[in-house]
Every structure is written in structure tokens, then in C-alpha cells.
């Protein structure tokens, strides 16, 4: 045996796993999209098993292009990641900076800033949409009824009181509401994934020469101009990975949507999928292979734009 | 420009004082180096010059203006740092434009410094590649460069030569050294190797433990040292300090010989010292022999121009130059 094939026939047993892993339910996925096949239907009992005879064609593309709710649903995948994306990169850039100086309480801070992350998705989701943005029993309602208290009472406040009179009472936003919900959405996908970014973006600032530092501060370098030509670019590969991985998790976003408003006026790609596979399992078959597609262009525009303006 | 005073200057970090009051003036023009063993706080120094650190008491002036409270940007000061610092994500032209840039300089200001800049580094070639291309000796002259291009009132250099190979030390430090001839700007060099030290300074400051314990020319320190440690520290190989009953004969506590200075002879000498050869190591030009049981000093090293046929185990005697003995009194002072 030559001395390449032993490792490669070693090897063969995780590669060939990992193949069918990953070309199993691809190739299933893809063989559905092109038949008919629903998983009830009185008036064509042949339809409800798989099988070459039903083949469809580009048939149950057309039908997904042709849906009302497609379009709508890839850009508002697209607005939903490409928010929380941004959100998450700030806030994690600034919160990282910031508890990267030492400061008492540290370890306790650390700690309390990750902990969201180990919060369920759709727990996340219940307590956001019904303690925080529920109208009128969440944060959301109770702060605008505080508010307009407030400015009820000082209605009769001498020499003030008629300015205030003159004030609208506030009405508390419902997140609900079809076109909130993919807000409220962001919302709590960005407080609990700026953790993730916090984690990953400080790790790497402690790894950031001291040295280069103090030579930019004798080159005259403002903290300002610290921040922008040498921790931003140096957190340039942080970010890229940071932004990646997020992609790939918020494309897929599903217990969160469900729960804001069961899809009303926020679906995004997966979302139309599971209405589909209600019953037209052809039809999901093809947004999801829509749906790989889309994820390879976020994917390589993302790459594309992250290591260009950072890396410069 | 450039004439930098020290005045009382004092750094404690928390309780542990690293340099008590402190008082030196470097004058202008002058190529200073601090020498010392490491944690001697010569680096800690050079950061008080520049400003990197806060003096817990005492005053650093600059051409006579107090500049203890003024902002490191501010001093005029030009530092080179032993990891070089380059900014690892800007190419060549763009880490030494960044102190202009900082500055708010021209553009065509700005390249015509970055190309005489380059021009007298070497390193017109390179412009236009990221630090983790070049090679440490590369790396090294775009840290002096981007320190050029500021013209400083003075340079401050931390161990800048530390981090490369031989060969390419002893380039740089004539390139550094020409550089300095060349620009006449005030230069503090901040090194543990006295060769280099010997080599370079104009003067010399020799610390330890946050004490200067002596300041003069190369030539000075190696003929009158003020103390024990002084003579120990310059000179290589190092100096022979013998304590005991020959110490006794030149009424000192103890005496000192270079290695250059001391004869050696395998035939018996009258009123030599005899010892066995533990090592010879030939060089050609010189050979070092260290020998073993010479009363008070073990082992004693020999420096014998040229080749001399000696090897371990061969008795030898030993003469020392009389002229050439220095003698310290018991609390390690020259007398």
C-alpha cells in the first residue's frame, strides 16, 4: 500500500459520512422541488407519494415565484438579518471597548453581558413580545401610561399647566402590528446575539499590541484615531467571522416570527417554507433550494464588503 | 535642539520605587546610551522622556521647557520600539505618512518626505508592501523611518536591534550610527549589550537598579571605572575581580585585570600566577582561555591575541599588566 492511501482510506469513513450528511437531504430537497407531491389531497391520492411520475419540471419554482408572499418574504429576510447584523456589530464594537478597560466588577459585568445568549430563542422571543413590547401589560405600555400621567397631572400646574394641556396623550406602539413585528424581531434577536459579538470582539482586544499603541500616540494619534486605524482594522477578521456566522443563523430565524405575530406581515424565507410544508412539500422543497441560493449571494457579498473596507 | 535634563526624577509603581531621584542631562546633538542588566529600569527611563509613563516626582525638560505635564504628541519626541510597532494593516508609505497624516501635513508634502525617507533607508522598493512582508531588519528601518519623517527634537531608540539576528545587528548599528552623524539630531538608545553601547555612544549611562552608577565616554568608563559593577558590566570578555591576599598586596579589598590586559606563558614566570586551562576557545584573531585555580578569581579569563597552542588541562602563569590593575575598596569603589 503506498503511503498516500492509507491515510486517505483512514480518512474515508468521516469524509464519506460527512458527504451524505450534507448531499442526502440536498438531493431530496432538490428531487421534491421538481414533482408534485403534497401530503393530502382527496381529489389526486397519486400526488401524495414521492415519485418520478409526478415529475413537475421548473413547475413548482413558477408556483413559489408567482406566490404572493415570496418576494416580500426574501426582502424581508434580507432587511431582518441585514438590521440585526449592523445593530449587533456597534453595539458589540462599543461594549467590547468599553469593558475592555479594567474596572471593579469586571468578572461580574463579563458574566451579566453574556448571559442573554444563553437564553432559548423562542423563551427570548415570549418574554421580549409579552413583558417588553406587549401595549399594555409590557414595559412598552405601562412606560407610555406613566408618561401620559405625568402630563395629565401637570394639566393644572399653575403658570405651566395650559402648555402641557395642549399635548397629544401617547399611544403605546403594538408590535403586533404587521408592519412592527419584524422590528420587534430585530429587537430581540440583537439584544441576544450582541453577547456573541461582545464575546468574540473583546478576546481580540486583548490580543492588540500595546506597543503600537504608544507609537501611535507619539505619532500624535487622537483616541479617535487610535480607534479607526488601529482597533477597528485590527477587529477587521472579528468582524467578518462575527458577521458570517450571524448571517448564517438569522437567515434561518424561525421561533421568533412565529411567536411576535405567527407570520403576519413578517415572514421571512424559512417561515414561507414551514407554510408550505403545511401541505405543498414540492412548493418548500423549492424555497428552500431558493432559500441555499440566497444564502450563498448574502454570503459572498458580506466576505466581499467586510474585508474590503476593513482590511484597507 | 534637542538637549533633554532630567530633574529629581522619580517613578515608583504602587509601593516599589524602580528609579529614585534621578537627575541627568543629555545635551544636544549627543548619542546617549543607557546600559544596564534587564529591570534595571533603563527602558523605564526612555518612557519617562517620552512621556509614555507619568513621573511619580521630579521634572524632564526639553530645550529647557518643562514638559512633564505636556502630552507624549506634544514633546517632539520620535520613538523606535523593539517590536518595531509597525501598523500591521497599512503598507510601507502609509505607517510612515501616519504621523504626518496625524499632523494634518500636505499630501505632496507628505510624499516628498516619504520618498527622501525611503531614498536614505533602502526602502524605495518596498513602499508599496504590508509590514508582514519585510524582513526584521526591513521592519526595523520603516520604524526609523516613519520616526524621520516627524524630525523630532530627539530620538528615542528601545532596544531597537534586540529582536534581529547577529549579522544584521552589527549592520544596523552602523546604519544607525551613520544616521546620526549624518542628521546630528539628539539621540537615547536604550540597549543591554555593552558592545553595543561601546560601539555607538557618544556617552554612555550605565544604570542598575534604577541608579546611574556612572556617565561618561566609552573610553572612560573601560579605563577609570567608578566601581565594581561598572568595570564588570563594560568590556567583553569581562573584567577578572580577584578579593583575597592578592587583593591585599595592592591594598584594596579588591582588584580588578582585564582579560586583554594579563600576559599568558606556558613556561614558569617568577611572581606569576599558576593555573590548569579549563577552556580555550580559538577564535583566530584572539584566543579566550579560562583558567582554574588562580587564588581569588575562578575562573580567571585570558584574552591572547592571536593563536596561542594551549588546551584544557596545560599548566600556565599568568602576568598581569601592573599598570593596568584597577583596585576597589570595600564598599566596591574605585580607589
Request: hydrophobic share 45%; net charge neutral; with cysteine.
Amino acid at each position: 500500500m503506498s503511503s498516500r492511501k492509507l491515510p486517505r482510506l483512514l480518512q474515508a469513513p468521516a469524509v464519506i459520512l460527512l458527504l451524505f450528511w450534507m448531499i442526502v437531504p440536498l438531493a431530496m430537497t432538490l428531487f421534491f422541488s421538481f414533482i408534485r407531491y403534497v401530503l393530502n389531497s382527496l381529489n389526486r391520492p397519486e400526488w401524495t407519494s414521492p415519485s418520478f411520475s409526478n415529475w413537475r419540471g421548473f413547475g413548482n419554482y413558477e408556483f413559489v415565484l408567482n406566490s404572493k408572499d415570496f418576494w416580500f418574504a426574501v426582502q424581508n429576510s434580507l432587511f431582518i438579518v441585514g438590521s440585526i447584523l449592523f445593530l449587533t456589530v456597534i453595539f458589540g464594537v462599543l461594549i467590547a471597548v468599553l469593558i475592555n478597560k479594567t474596572f471593579p466588577g469586571q468578572g461580574i459585568v463579563r458574566v451579566l453581558l453574556i448571559s442573554p445568549f444563553f437564553i432559548m430563542p423562542a423563551v427570548n422571543a415570549v418574554l421580549w413580545i409579552n413583558m417588553i413590547l406587549d401595549p399594555v401589560l409590557g414595559l412598552n405600555g405601562l412606560a407610555i401610561e406613566g408618561i401620559n400621567g405625568v402630563i395629565a397631572s401637570l394639566h393644572d400646574a399653575p403658570a405651566v399647566g395650559w402648555f402641557f394641556s395642549l399635548w397629544p396623550k401617547f399611544e403605546p406602539i403594538s408590535f403586533r402590528a404587521t408592519q412592527t413585528a419584524a422590528y420587534a424581531v430585530i429587537m430581540m434577536v440583537t439584544w441576544q446575539w450582541t453577547p456573541f459579538a461582545v464575546l468574540i470582539f473583546m478576546t481580540s482586544l486583548q490580543s492588540e499590541d500595546e506597543q503600537q499603541k504608544e507609537a501611535a500616540i507619539l505619532d500624535g494619534a487622537g483616541k479617535w484615531s487610535q480607534f479607526r486605524f488601529l482597533t477597528l482594522p485590527h477587529l477587521a477578521r472579528p468582524i467578518a467571522i462575527v458577521v458570517m456566522i450571524q448571517a448564517i443563523f438569522h437567515l434561518s430565524l424561525y421561533a421568533e416570527i412565529e411567536i411576535v405575530s405567527r407570520g403576519n406581515g413578517n415572514k421571512n424565507l424559512p417561515y414561507l417554507i414551514g407554510e408550505f410544508a403545511n401541505n405543498n412539500i414540492g412548493a418548500a422543497s423549492a424555497t428552500g433550494i431558493f432559500a441555499v441560493i440566497l444564502a450563498n449571494i448574502v454570503a459572498i457579498f458580506l466576505l466581499r464588503a467586510v474585508g474590503k473596507t476593513l482590511m484597507e | 535642539m534637542g538637549q533633554i535634563v532630567l530633574e529629581n526624577v522619580v517613578k515608583k509603581f504602587g509601593d516599589t520605587e524602580v528609579i529614585p531621584p534621578l537627575n541627568l542631562t543629555i545635551e544636544e546633538g549627543e548619542f546617549a546610551v543607557f546600559v544596564g542588566p534587564s529591570g534595571c529600569g533603563k527602558s523605564t527611563l526612555l518612557r519617562l522622556i517620552a512621556g509614555l509613563e507619568d513621573t511619580t516626582a521630579g521634572k524632564v525638560l526639553i530645550d529647557g521647557e518643562d514638559v512633564t505635564e505636556v502630552p507624549p504628541s506634544k514633546r517632539g519626541l520620535a520613538m523606535v520600539f523593539q517590536s518595531y510597532a509597525l501598523y500591521p494593516h497599512m503598507t510601507v508609505r502609509k505607517n510612515i505618512a501616519f504621523p504626518m497624516r496625524m499632523a494634518g501635513m500636505s499630501q505632496a508634502e507628505q510624499d516628498e518626505k516619504i520618498e527622501a525617507a525611503a531614498k536614505s533607508l533602502n526602502l524605495t522598493d518596498y513602499l508599496d508592501r504590508k509590514p508582514g512582508q519585510l524582513s526584521g531588519g526591513q521592519r526595523q528601518r520603516v520604524a526609523i523611518g516613519r520616526a524621520i519623517v516627524r524630525e523630532p527634537s530627539a530620538f528615542l531608540f528601545d532596544e531597537p536591534l534586540s529582536n534581529l539576528d547577529a549579522a544584521l545587528r552589527v549592520g544596523m548599528r552602523l546604519e544607525i550610527s551613520e544616521m546620526h552623524k549624518r542628521l546630528k539630531t539628539t539621540m537615547i538608545y536604550v540597549t543591554h549589550d555593552q558592545v553595543e553601547a561601546m560601539t555607538m555612544a557618544d556617552r554612555i549611562v550605565v544604570l542598575q537598579g534604577g541608579v546611574i552608577e556612572q556617565v561618561g565616554t566609552p573610553l572612560e568608563l573601560y579605563h577609570t571605572p567608578r566601581n565594581k559593577f561598572v568595570a564588570g558590566f563594560i568590556g567583553s570578555p569581562k573584567m577578572n575581580l580577584l578579593e583575597g591576599a592578592e587583593a591585599k598586596k595592592h591594598k584594596a579589598h579588591t582588584i580588578g585585570i582585564r582579560p586583554e590586559h594579563i600576559k599568558v606563558s606556558t613556561k614558569s614566570v617568577k611572581g606569576a600566577w599558576k593555573g590548569t586551562v579549563g577552556v580555550a576557545e580559538h577564535l583566530g584573531s584572539d584566543t579566550f582561555i579560562h583558567i582554574h585555580g588562580v587564588e581569588g578569581c575562578d575562573p580567571m579569563t585570558v584574552r591572547a591575541a592571536g593563536d596561542v597552542a594551549v588546551k584544557h588541562g596545560d599548566t600556565v602563569y599568568l602576568s598581569p599588566d601592573k599598570s593596568q590593575i584597577h583596585k576597589f575598596d570595600d564598599a566596591g569603589l574605585r580607589i
